[in-house]
């Protein structure tokens, strides 16, 4: 069955929109995707190699599993990287059979349905699709999990969909919660990074993150090595460090790289391995994007807007949305998803003791903190990057993420930013409406070029 | 008897509107509830009338420009009664549940309906951790903490058992309302006995046991007739079911024989330890109510809803079990596949019913609930 994307030309802007300019895209990102493959590839030997495999939901705690030399699955990267391939359709129709209605977030949907399928090859011994499709065999090589952890910021769906997952293996694999309460900043001394609210739930959550390891530890039968840690924490720490350094040059006009260059860039800092290879790829990034600073060369050839990008990105659309913003001339700067998260604070991380500076960036992921704190935040991303108008992407089943967009949009407005709204999915390309998108970014940047003109 | 629905009746669906009066009344404070894991005691013990904070009947309107319509009715409704000022004569708002959704109501609240003031401290959703039951308490301490600080008084311990024991006996006796439904010695119909339970989440406590123990003393002791379909009617959570739905069962040829609707049994069914530290006490109740009736809004190693609901349901001796699904309720989707399938594996027929804050159409649910049944009879006389 053909995708809505496989149907219309591959990787190219609606043609009945904008000037047809493509998104000039950052060249060292191609090699980003061999690392993700790789990552890929070495999970699906995991079982070959007797290493035990853990699949994990929400925060990026992957430096815990690295350290003790276990392989580890994201579900929503596993399911991103199925609706990226567009592979996502027949695990969420399993899903839909066993009766997991579509307003599911569609993460989980598609991750718990393509395990239904799985479990169902394993009891029949054959594929759910045919096996002749290119995605059966990807497909057919999860390992399943010898342990589940969830460690879900915000969101209470990310919970439960690892609860699932632990009933539908009949609850014989064990699972380990940690949790990880909203900052909801009502304490008189509650700031960004700041008061009693957010010491004691820095300590909490620390707390947590070693009785996890510990929890490895009974399951795989050997001492958590804290010194492997540090170790692979100072990769990571260089590897954001140099990442947040690159996102500090797009303040350059034009914008050397875009939030979908981020975008892409994601996995590397979200649950690829902590190695000397993602400080090599980003100090690749960093570097291209310096060139292209002394060079004039913009993310967008000839930026006239620069934009930001609020919600859960829509996987199936990545190059489809970098080419359509292009196509009439605005760069996409920064992003709440992108720019607050994913190691965003590494300072705050001691190489000696890493554990309560893990914690901590764990907390501020971009949905963690109450709407005044958040929307804080964006503002100051917003002035940074000199943003013009805010694109929110109201993501059907990603409730975590568009619970403030309105407050966000408002806020927005109240500095003077113009914001728009579209709909679409993480991960379900159904609640995708590429012509409401079409006409409301163009009554947007009408609205924007007619300011220019009065002012 | 009618006088007292009736009494229950004004408080149930007309909750703010009593609670408004009882404030001009007696000048006390009140404090609204976010459902469904706060205890109302804290409240009642710091000299508040609690009230749990529930779904009303208009349409939405003014808060589909704060929140979106993929919300579910009891979220879109909060945010609408907020921005329509009908909160702001609350004194605060107590939360502390860990449901997405209700987290960025909150937030709109706090931004757009300012007055009351939310008294956060989220609950552990992960009740097998060896840590629960002590971030429980810590959550419930912070509490009272900041309700000593909105009171402008300290809360004693014997204020919290007071409390405790008053809404003790509050519980138990809507208990004995449900012991003698599910044993068949009484004939009471679904919409009085929400009316019951809805109003015991507004009216003042002591009120309300005095009209329930009215209530039981005239109740008339008479089995339902023995040609109706015994039925279990589960889900629903945070929001009432709307009467006109529980009406509609009965219509069809449904007697409800038991429930664990939270404007149901789940709201009576736990009881909190009356000795020792309060503060242990609510802690532990937090992690015994999932025992007692399974909640798909956390996660607990030891509880099964399928499982319980198939206990359940026998124990009641119901012949079907009728699933009650807010529309947008992420945790009971979650859910429903296993239950639907524990169900199917254990030949007892069951019914999905997806409601909504609006456009119920009653006549197609008419149409389902007649054939479920004639289902339910068909396989009964096999």
Not at chain 1, 28 to 50: E, H, I, M, R
Not at chain 1, 80 to 103: C, F, I, N, T, V
Not at chain 2, 43 to 62: F, K, M, N, W
Request: hydrophobic fraction near 40%; aromatic fraction near 10%.
């Amino acid at each position: 069955m053909q995708t809505t994307m496989e149907r219309m030309a591959p990787n190219a802007a609606s043609p009945a929109f904008g000037d047809g300019t493509r998104a000039n895209r950052l060249k060292t990102t191609k090699q980003g995707g061999k690392l993700v493959n790789d990552y890929w590839s070495d999970l699906f030997a995991a079982k070959d190699d007797g290493r035990k495999v853990i699949w994990y939901n929400g925060t990026y705690i992957p430096p815990f599993f690295h350290a003790h030399d276990v392989a580890w699955v994201h579900g929503e990267a596993w399911a991103a990287y199925l609706a990226a391939k567009h592979g996502e359709l027949p695990a969420q129709a399993a899903g839909e059979l066993r009766g997991y209605d579509r307003e599911l977030c569609s993460y989980a949907r598609t991750h718990i349905g393509q395990a239904l399928i799985d479990l169902r090859d394993l009891k029949e011994g054959k594929l759910g699709i045919a096996p002749d499709d290119p995605r059966a065999l990807t497909m057919a090589k999860l390992p399943p999990p010898d342990m589940l952890i969830n460690a879900y910021p915000y969101c209470s769906s990310g919970q439960q969909w690892d609860e699932i997952t632990y009933r539908l293996f009949g609850k014989r694999i064990p699972i380990f919660n940690v949790s990880i309460p909203l900052l909801w900043g009502g304490r008189p001394d509650a700031a960004y990074l700041r008061g009693e609210e957010w010491n004691e739930r820095s300590q909490y959550v620390a707390k947590q993150l070693r009785a996890m390891c510990a929890f490895m530890e009974e399951h795989t039968g050997r001492k958590y090595d804290w010194d492997r840690l540090s170790e692979v924490m100072g990769f990571v720490k260089k590897a954001a460090t140099l990442r947040m350094e690159a996102m500090e040059l797009c303040t350059a006009r034009p914008a050397p790289a875009s939030f979908f260059d981020w975008i892409v860039s994601i996995a590397h800092v979200n649950f690829l391995p902590g190695t000397q290879s993602i400080v090599d790829y980003f100090q690749a990034v960093k570097d291209e994007i310096q060139q292209r600073v002394a060079n004039g060369e913009g993310a967008v050839r000839r930026e006239k807007y620069r934009l930001f990008f609020d919600g859960m990105m829509n996987w199936n659309k990545v190059g489809w949305l970098a080419d359509k913003f292009a196509s009439v001339g605005a760069t996409v700067v920064a992003g709440r998803y992108t720019h607050m998260s994913f190691w965003q604070e590494p300072e705050l991380v001691d190489l000696r003791d890493p554990v309560l500076g893990m914690a901590q960036n764990y907390l501020i992921c971009p949905n963690n903190h109450g709407a005044p704190i958040m929307i804080g935040e964006i503002n100051k991303l917003c002035d940074k990057f000199e943003i013009d108008g805010m694109v929110m992407h109201a993501s059907r089943t990603c409730r975590g993420m568009t619970n403030s967009q309105f407050l966000i949009a408002d806020s927005a407005k109240r500095h003077s930013r113009q914001a728009l709204f579209f709909e679409g999915d993480v991960a379900d390309e159904s609640f995708y409406k590429d012509e409401m998108l079409n006409t409301r970014l163009e009554a947007m940047i009408e609205t924007m070029d007619a300011r220019r003109r009065a002012a | 008897m009618n006088e007292i629905l009736a009494a229950f009746e004004q408080a149930a669906m007309r909750p703010l509107a009593y609670a408004r009066e009882y404030k001009r009344a007696h000048g006390s404070r009140v404090i609204g509830i976010f459902p469904m894991h706060f205890p109302g005691e804290l409240a009642h013990a710091a000299g508040a009338l609690p009230i749990v904070i529930q779904e009303d009947q208009e349409p939405i309107t003014v808060g589909l420009g704060s929140l979106f319509s993929f919300y579910c009715g009891y979220n879109r409704s909060v945010v609408d009664q907020a921005l329509r000022g009908e909160f702001e004569f609350l004194d605060a708002i107590m939360f502390g549940d860990h449901c997405v959704q209700l987290l960025g109501t909150a937030d709109i609240l706090r931004d757009r309906a300012p007055k009351p003031p939310i008294l956060f401290n989220q609950l552990i959703t992960s009740l097998s951790a060896p840590w629960a039951e002590e971030e429980t308490r810590k959550a419930f301490a912070q509490l009272w903490k900041e309700l000593e600080a909105l009171v402008g008084h300290a809360i004693s311990a014997e204020d919290a058992h007071v409390s405790i024991r008053l809404f003790n006996r509050n519980r138990a006796l809507i208990r004995q309302i449900y012991q003698m439904r599910r044993e068949g010695r009484i004939s009471i119909s679904g919409r009085s006995l929400q009316l019951i339970v809805k109003s015991s989440m507004t009216m003042e406590a002591s009120a309300h046991c005095a009209l329930l123990e009215a209530f039981l003393a005239g109740i008339e002791m008479r089995s339902p007739t023995p040609r109706g379909v015994r039925v279990y009617l589960s889900g629903h959570l945070c929001q009432a079911p709307k009467p006109e739905i529980l009406d509609l069962i009965e219509e069809c040829g449904g007697i409800v024989a038991d429930d664990d609707l939270y404007h149901g049994y789940r709201f009576v069914a736990t009881d909190i330890d009356e000795t020792g530290d309060p503060l242990d006490a609510f802690a532990r109740w937090h992690l015994e109510r999932n025992r007692r009736v399974p909640c798909p809004t956390v996660s607990d190693e030891k509880a099964d809803w399928d499982q319980f609901l198939l206990g359940a349901v026998a124990r009641a001796r119901a012949r079907g079990l009728i699933i009650l699904q807010v529309k947008y309720c992420e945790p009971h989707m979650f859910f429903y596949p296993e239950i639907k399938e524990t169900f199917e594996r254990a030949g007892v027929p069951h019914l999905l019913i997806e409601t909504e804050h609006e456009q119920m159409p009653m006549e197609a649910l008419k149409t389902r609930l007649e054939t479920f049944m004639e289902i339910v009879k068909r396989k009964a006389a096999a």
